[in-house]
């Protein structure tokens, strides 16, 4: 009898996971990304109750809110690997997410890896498919791989041309590339979208002085110091008009 009742609990099958409940998600999300320790307890607590890759994604999101960049990373990837093994589609958004986490964290060779395996299955499309080559164009240059990031960048300003980073991103590597007339004309693009944003002043400003332009370089930098005299942008700013001094 005994050696009956253990035959059949081996045989028992074992409990289905609970169903992605991507309303739950929302709210979780929502904690998560107002306040980093709530949203962990409550990704933990949804976890317990068998809430699967997606209380692992709102863990994720959780700690990148608390700058914990390197965990977040690793939480998405995480929950990219798990959802991929249940043949979910958000495994593709979270593999982004956990490679703009490994961007953050300063690991751009674990960022180009987990955004490979956002983008080459093919699934992600039109805004999202181009924040992810974006986010790998930022990855490739930081291995130093220039002619990659190129490649991502062009994909990006096609599949996401409303979004400004894109044009910025594309502006400022075509300047370091030395394709200046590219340059130029990709920074118009991220003004059209985003002019009062000091990083997209400031390169038009450098763009301008690779150009010979400096009146129009003069007063894109202190445009710069205009809009945020206390940033990182403005301190570049000022620099490069004492290096570049004159009316």
Known sequence: MI?????????????????????????????????SARGVAAADAWAKEGGGFLADRCKGLALATGGQWAQAAAMFEFSAQAAQGARHSVAYPTWAQAGNAWLAAGEPTRARAALDNAINPGLLRDLQLGQAHIDRARAFVGMGELPSARADLDIAVREAPEDPLGWLLSATLARRMGDLERARDDIVEAA??????????LEVGNIAAGLGEDVGARGAWQRVIELAPESPQAASAKAALAAKPGG
Do not use: I, K, S, T
Request: aromatic share 2%; with cysteine; hydrophobic share 50%.
């Open 3 to 35: 050696a009956a009742l253990m035959l059949l609990a081996q045989a028992a099958p074992a409990p289905a996971p609970a169903p992605a409940d991507p309303q739950r998600y929302r709210a979780c999300a929502a904690v998560a990304e107002a306040d």
């Open 192 to 201: 059209e979208r985003d002019g009062d944003n000091p990083a997209v002043q």
